[in-house]
């Protein structure tokens, strides 16, 4: 039993920033990856940044030079700072975390999701 919980969503204003958390607990054997995904109403879902169990990270081209994506090991969260943000950004946040579990690399664990909202 994996567990992915998300935090840090809200409301703000263009140019503000948030810093979205995501934690997975449970029975897995080892990290693989986080990916952070978003979605607007009537579009789908689609990836905004990701990191590896090496550090190694990934981001859409809309969200690059404003987004940062980094992990604390200690804690096992995977972060994901927001700057700059546009009014475009709104959406309900996922993580999914990728793990390794019983052997196999999976990609079906998510969180519930946390809003962003940003106005103009």
């Known amino acids: 039993q994996v567990q992915v919980v998300e935090s840090g969503g809200g409301s703000v204003q263009a140019g503000g920033s948030l810093r979205l958390s995501c934690a997975a607990s449970g029975r897995y054997n080892r990290f693989g990856a986080m990916v952070w995904y978003r979605q607007a109403p009537g579009k789908q879902r689609e990836p905004v940044a990701g990191?590896?169990?090496?550090?190694?990270?990934t981001y859409t081209d809309s969200v690059k030079g404003r987004f940062t994506i980094s992990r604390d090991n200690a804690k096992n969260t995977v972060y994901l700072q927001m700057n700059g943000l546009k009014p475009e950004d709104t959406a309900v946040y996922y993580c999914?975390?990728?793990?390794?579990?019983?052997?196999?690399?999976?990609?079906?664990?998510w969180g519930q999701g946390t809003q962003v909202i940003v106005s103009s």
């Open positions: 990191i590896t169990s090496a550090g190694n990270t």
């Open positions: 999914n975390a990728v793990l390794w579990v019983s052997g196999a690399l999976r990609n079906d664990y």
